[in-house]
């Protein structure tokens, strides 16, 4: 994509001329090519902009980081990397506009030499996923006939939705590309670098291979999901999952699963404890307002106890919140190595079963693969251990 725009570097601001691009493992980079000469190697932070008028999508200002940088004594040629690049069309859609809105997902471990083309219900609108084998790019998500003003929204959904399918199979689900479409021109266009992360030990849920399948886990779980992204952040609490599994080092799995149930304590003291009137905030503490503990410190264990007593979740122990003392405070798990191993193992299946339970899992009647044993307890079975979820 060829654009003009502003170069806005540590001493001065030039035109050139952009060669914008997302290469096939997602990675957004632009060469860069100053109408002008500039005063030796850039150094520090760099913005491009595009001039309006000069192209029929928009670069919105943003961040660059140069990687590389030629310079023959008249003109310097630049290399480069962008974390993201919104562009928009110079005359955008009235918000009751229909648009048709697409998103171009990464990692969806759907057999594509089956059907998997399948549908989804997001927002209130039914989107299709259909396969598209293109180095990354493994489906496209369309919705068509949407009202310009709950575009993006619906792309923010789009993200939860590729959230949920990474908890479910264990393996990193994305977006590289979102665009809207309006009378077959594109009116805005979003390129995003993903992550390869790739999840170590497996699906939560069912292999989610057939489309029925896809479809009833996510018609059921991602409007729970909306309504719990109110009080708990879901997006970072999967993330924070999906990368203890990947990392290869214990401390930093448990490190990252105690900080999973610090986010659950503070989100739920902050936006239903203090709310609700049972406890007041003092800077990062909470203090119980009525009961016997009136006026006293509720602790990490308080506070997450009486969480998981409302949500009717059993299996806490109180190794948990050791464990979480253990790598917090001294940055090590007690124990032998297979013992440090089960404990995290423990702590994260619970975690696991915290986002079957915010999900409503179990009204589903259905199974899960628990993470601390997810072989089947029958030596002469093959397979992974389907256990039914319970709270």
């Known amino acids: 994509m060829n654009l003009v725009c502003t170069l806005d570097y540590e001493s001065g601001t030039v035109v050139a001329d952009i060669l914008l691009r997302q290469e096939g493992d997602t990675r957004v980079v632009a060469t860069v090519k100053p109408r002008a000469a500039l005063p030796g190697f850039i150094k520090g932070a760099c913005h491009l902009e595009s001039i309006a008028g000069s192209s029929p999508l928009l670069l919105r200002r943003t961040e660059i980081a140069v990687t590389g940088q030629t310079h023959d004594g008249r003109r310097s040629e630049l290399e480069a990397v962008l974390g993201q690049a919104e562009l928009d069309a ?14 171009s997902l990464t990692g969806v471990p759907f057999d594509h030499r089956v059907n998997s083309r399948f549908s989804v219900s997001i927002g209130g609108y039914r989107a299709s996923v259909a396969p598209r084998q ?16 709950e575009a993006r929204p619906l792309i923010d959904l789009v993200d939860s939705l590729c959230r949920l399918c ?6 990193r ?13 594109t009116a805005h266009l979003a390129l995003w670098r993903t992550d390869a992360l790739r999840g170590g030990v497996g699906p939560v849920l069912y292999r989610l291979s057939a489309p029925d399948e896809i479809t009833a886990f996510l018609d059921h779980c991602l409007p729970r999901y909306q309504a719990r992204a109110q009080v708990f952040p879901m997006n970072n609490l999967i993330n924070i999952g999906l990368l203890a599994k990947t990392t290869n080092y214990l401390e930093n799995k448990a490190l990252l699963m105690a900080n999973f149930l610090e986010v659950i304590r503070y989100n739920y003291a902050l936006k239903v404890g203090v709310p609700r009137g049972f406890l007041s905030q003092s800077r990062d503490n909470f203090r119980w307002v009525s009961g016997a503990q009136t006026g006293q410190r509720a602790t990490f264990a308080d506070i997450l106890e009486h969480f998981f007593v409302a949500e009717g979740i059993t ?15 001294t940055g090590a798990v007690e124990g032998s190595f297979e013992t440090q191993v089960r404990r995290y193992l423990d702590l994260h299946h619970f975690c696991d079963r915290i986002i079957l339970a915010l999900l409503e899992w179990d009204q589903t009647g259905e199974h899960y693969i628990p993470i601390n044993e997810t072989a089947h307890p029958d030596p002469n079975t ?9 709270r």
């Open 90 to 103: 110079p005359l955008l859609p009235g918000d009751a506009e229909l648009v048709t809105v697409r998103a």
């Open 134 to 149: 293109q180095e990354r790019i493994s489906h496209v998500l369309e919705i068509a006939d949407v009202p310009y003003r």
């Open 166 to 171: 990474s908890f479910a199979t264990g393996l």
């Open 173 to 185: 689900t994305d977006f590289a590309v979102s665009e809207v479409q309006h009378q077959g021109t």
């Open 315 to 329: 299996g806490w122990t109180t190794d948990f919140t050791d464990l979480r003392n253990e790598i917090v405070h």
């Open 382 to 390: 093959f397979g992974n251990n389907w256990v039914k979820f319970v």
